[in-house]
């Protein structure tokens, strides 16, 4: 139940066993069916969730009622509305399930106790946080400058098979381009390849 | 108590994001009744049960009840736990200590509701001695969840109509963690009943001793099951 996630902390630091045995009880684990909704849009995001197995994905609706696609979160991830996590404030994001999945769940008030059980948890949470804001800064950095080549490309560089795993349209939102547009940029770079 | 109610619907509106509630013993005269009270407020059921037949059963019910109700069945107590925000034990008291251990890793950190009497076989009275309750042992069987005692003081006979000579029938919860507590109560007013939180889970032994009570009365006067607790205030 805790794999995916001690892999994931063990390329950052290292928990002796003990410290690992500590620090499950602070999750909640939860299984989630697809199309479920993990949060919806105008509640408090109240958990961060890792993601065991399966995938998450963080949209938001804009007013004529189109999905944009902010992040998808396969096993190893992380995903929340962090501004709703950090400020209590209500979500402008959803968050729902794209294949079933396996999640552990944590408040903010568990995750203050489980840094204060163990400390070297705080290193962990602050490379996390390093990683999230180079991430975001490349995603402007991405949506601003990139062409649509190179936006694909990218995000096949951080998650190597998502295009096997979610529909196209959601793939393109993601990247910010048409489904066309995006389509067309596969067929070139097969052409390419 | 109209402040109470005012403040505990807003809340149960506010929240978009459906909880996942898993009534284990669903088709028990108890899981029943509450899986059919929350089939009409805004949550998801999954319904546990060791018979395929009555689970099905329940589940159309449900859905004749309320078209739009959310509620599936499965026959594994430890999936439905772990697809849960809730986990509602409908079951008898020895049930509760065997499925404790086997759900304990999938019920971490989640409200788990102890709804459990634990009477003797003749009626005469509790099989535990006074310095306990089956509230507080699934609370030391659960370290890591949140057991909240309630709606052990109420009789499966009179959900969906808990209203007694005028007056709607005190439901009664007790529990360690206060936001465990406000929660279960929206989910305790949902079902129809006025909740009123007591305390920590040690005041599992006066309420668990007062159904015991009111049983023994039942039977001594004929109420029929049609009886329930009331506190008469100003
Ligand atoms: N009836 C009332 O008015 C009332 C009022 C307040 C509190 N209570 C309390 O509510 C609880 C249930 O009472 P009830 O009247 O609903 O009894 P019931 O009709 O006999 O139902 C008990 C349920 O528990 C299930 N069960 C038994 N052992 C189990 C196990 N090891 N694992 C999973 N499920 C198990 C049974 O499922 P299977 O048949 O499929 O095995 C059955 O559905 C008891 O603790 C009782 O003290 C009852």
């Known amino acids: 139940m805790f794999e995916v996630l001690f892999e994931h902390i063990d390329k950052k630091i ?11 009880p602070f999750f ?10 993990v949060l919806q849009q105008g509640d408090i995001c109240k958990y961060i969730a890792f993601v065991e197995k399966g995938m998450l994905r963080s949209f938001q609706v804009d007013d004529k009622g189109n999905e944009h696609v902010i992040q998808f979160a396969p096993e190893g991830w992380w995903i929340a509305d962090n501004y709703s996590f950090l400020t209590g404030s209500p979500s402008s994001y959803d968050i729902d399930v794209l294949e079933d999945a396996e999640v552990l769940l944590i408040t903010q008030t568990a ?58 349209h959601m793939l393109a939102s993601f990247l910010g381009i048409t489904p066309e547009t995006l389509s067309r940029v596969r067929r070139q770079l097969l052409k390419n390849s | ?10 809340r149960s509106n506010m929240m978009k994001t459906k ?8 088709t028990g005269s108890m899981g029943t009744a509450i899986a059919k009270c929350l089939a009409q407020a805004s949550y998801r ?13 329940l589940q159309d019910n449900i859905k004749q009840l309320n078209a739009a109700a959310d509620a599936d069945w499965l026959l594994c107590p430890i999936d439905a736990s772990w697809e849960a925000d809730i986990i509602i034990l409908a079951v008898p008291y020895i049930a509760e200590k065997e499925l404790a251990p086997k759900i304990a890793a999938v019920a971490t950190g989640k409200i788990v509701i102890s709804i459990s009497n634990p009477i003797t076989a003749d009626f005469t ?57 406000q929660q279960t109560a929206v989910l305790v007013e949902a079902v129809g009943f006025k909740p009123i939180i007591t305390g920590d889970i040690k005041k599992s032994r006066t309420l668990e001793n007062m159904q ?18 009331k506190i008469l205030h100003d």
């Open chain 2, 19 to 26: 909880q996942t509630i898993a009534i284990i013993g669903a």
């Open chain 2, 212 to 229: 015991i009570l009111l049983m023994q009365l039942g039977i001594k006067n004929h109420y029929n099951w049609r009886a329930g607790w």
């Open chain 2, 45 to 57: 059921l999954l319904l546990m049960g060791s018979d395929e037949n009555k689970l099905q059963n």
């Open chain 2, 1 to 10: 108590m109209g402040a109470t109610f005012v403040v505990l619907n807003q």
């Open chain 1, 14 to 24: 290292t928990l002796t066993k003990e410290e690992e045995n500590k620090l499950t």
């Open chain 2, 125 to 181: 009275g509790s099989l535990l001695p006074d310095h306990t309750s089956a509230g507080e042992e699934l609370q030391q069987l659960l370290p890591h969840s949140k057991i909240i005692k309630t709606f052990n003081t109420t009789f499966a006979a009179n959900f969906g109509q808990p209203v007694f000579a005028g007056n709607t029938a005190d439901c009664f919860l007790a529990g360690n963690s206060d936001e465990a507590l």
């Open chain 1, 111 to 168: 995750l203050e106790e489980m840094l204060q059980a163990i400390p070297v948890m705080e290193r962990y949470m602050r490379i996390l946080m390093q990683n999230s804001l180079i991430s975001m800064q490349n995603r402007i950095a991405c949506t601003l400058g990139s062409n649509a080549e190179e936006r694909y490309q990218g995000v096949l560089k951080a998650l190597p098979n998502i295009a096997q795993r979610v529909p196209q």
């Open chain 1, 28 to 37: 909640i684990p939860k299984k989630y069916r697809k199309r479920q909704y």
